[in-house]
Nanobody, 115 residues
Framework: QVQLVESGGGLVQAGGSLRLSCAAS????????VVWYRQAPGKQRELVAR???????YYADSVKGRFTISRDNANNRVYLQMNSLKADDTAVYLC?????????WGQGTQVTVSE
């Protein structure tokens, strides 16, 4: 089974940018969907951005226009470009893939946005 490992999180000032990366241990070209979620302390897990196999994307209203999800099937990676970051974006960001026969989660990467 494919495993996912996120990277790229860190501490950034409000208004700054980060690029998260999700590296898969195998091919993700057959994944029905690749998704970025986030979970802040005391809050429910939230879908941030999703890309379907055909390339269709969806973004939460809270990040629309600021975040961009992309997928590099050749290198088995999924990215989340985050611009104009706000304190409310502080959370653990997790990568998820629907591989049809199974689903897989990464362990998460912490993003902290300071005022």
């Amino acid at each position: 089974q494919v495993q996912l490992v996120e990277s790229g999180g860190g501490l950034v000032q409000a208004g700054g940018s980060l690029r998260l990366s999700c590296a898969a241990s195998g091919s993700i070209s057959s994944a029905n969907a690749v998704v970025w979620y986030r979970q802040a302390p005391g809050k429910q897990r939230e879908l941030v951005a999703r890309m379907l196999k055909g390339g269709t994307t969806y973004y939460a209203d809270s990040v629309k226009g600021r975040f961009t999800i992309s997928r590099d099937n050749a290198n088995n990676r999924v990215y989340l470009q985050m611009n104009s970051l706000k304190a409310d974006d502080t959370a653990v960001y997790l990568c998820y893939a629907d591989m049809n026969l199974y689903q897989v989660w990464g362990q998460g990467t912490q993003v902290t946005v300071s005022e």
